[in-house]
């Protein structure tokens, strides 16, 4: 599947799960804009997530976000599952 096509909730790009400002987070990312090339360029690029938190109460919540903002949230977090997809377009990220 395409990074560009939104995945599954059941079955997204990533899962990072760690401590946040709000305690217990977990990031599921469900879809990119463009390319990682193309990211590179936008300091504006956007990620579709589902995010929870200790602040949903157990609940997730879903919309875009700026990649730029994603990933300073899950820098201290740890990737619990990823498709062949992401780790080809992103690594270890």
């Known amino acids: 599947m395409s990074l560009q096509k939104t995945a599954d909730f059941d079955a997204p790009h990533a899962t990072y799960q760690g401590m946040g400002v709000f305690g ?27 995010v929870k938190t200790d602040a949903t109460f157990g609940g997730f919540d879903m919309g875009d976000s700026y990649k730029r903002d994603v990933l300073t949230d899950i820098k201290t977090m740890t990737r619990t ?13």
């Open 24 to 50: 217990h987070t977990e990031y599921r990312i469900l879809k990119t804009y463009k390319k990682p090339a193309s990211e590179l360029k936008d300091p504006y690029a956007r990620w579709m997530v589902a």
């Open 81 to 93: 599952q990823a498709t062949d997809e992401w780790v080809d377009a992103y690594g270890e990220l």
